[in-house]
């Protein structure tokens, strides 16, 4: 289940004696990297700023939307480790890889694994409806209706525990596995290892 990896480029030759090799393989690729940052920081912006700066507040909400409307498309036409081929798959392995996963048993994955998979389909499902149901609840035709704003209350309050699920996920890998995750959403790059 694990995507094979490319041949790293430019890298120094290792001797025999070297037991574990570790190099890098890009793998995040600049524009998913800005739309990970750029919807973080659109998040927290709606997150802080509703009822005290409504101005600010919607245009971190459209903007979530824009970014959402780009991950589709780069979840079909962006490169390899961006794309969603992989999604039903992994989303099948998750129960499996996190009872896995409380044994310490973690894989390796130079693309999202099953867990991160999981997180990334919910946090996806969770701001689009936190989104559709925030434009519409400054339309004439569902501004001060209930549900709309209690959908919108709930699916915001749902999108900042998967937020801090998914930064508490991504330490805990980062230090099982013992490599940065987050320098890797930053660089683009993360290591891989084999055996010689």
């Not at 490169?79 to 890889?97: D, E, H, N, Q, T």
């Not at 805990?172 to 891989?192: C, D, F, P, S, V």
């Amino acid at each position: 289940m694990d995507e094979a990896v490319p041949e790293a480029r430019g890298e120094p030759a290792r001797t025999s004696a070297d037991q574990t090799v570790s190099r890098t393989v890009e793998v995040w690729d600049l524009p998913l990297r800005l739309w990970h940052w750029a919807l973080a920081i659109s998040v927290l912006t709606a997150w802080f700023t509703p009822t005290v700066y409504d101005g600010l507040h919607r245009i971190a909400g459209y903007s979530v939307i824009g970014l959402l409307v780009f991950r589709l498309f780069w979840g079909f036409w962006g490169s390899r480790y961006a794309r969603f081929r992989m999604v039903g798959v992994r989303l099948r392995a998750a129960p499996g890889y996190l009872l896995n996963l409380r044994r310490g048993i973690t894989g390796r994955y130079i693309g999202l694994n099953p867990a991160g998979t999981l997180m990334l389909v919910a946090l996806l499902l969770s701001l689009a409806v936190s989104v559709i149901t925030g434009a519409m609840s400054v339309t004439v035709t569902f501004f001060g209706v209930w549900w709309i704003e209690d959908t919108h209350a709930y699916s915001s309050d749902a999108v900042i525990i998967l937020v801090m699920l998914h930064i508490v996920g991504v330490v805990l890998m980062g230090i099982l596995q013992r490599e940065n995750l987050i320098r890797a959403m930053i660089t683009g790059r993360k290591r891989i290892r084999h055996h010689s």
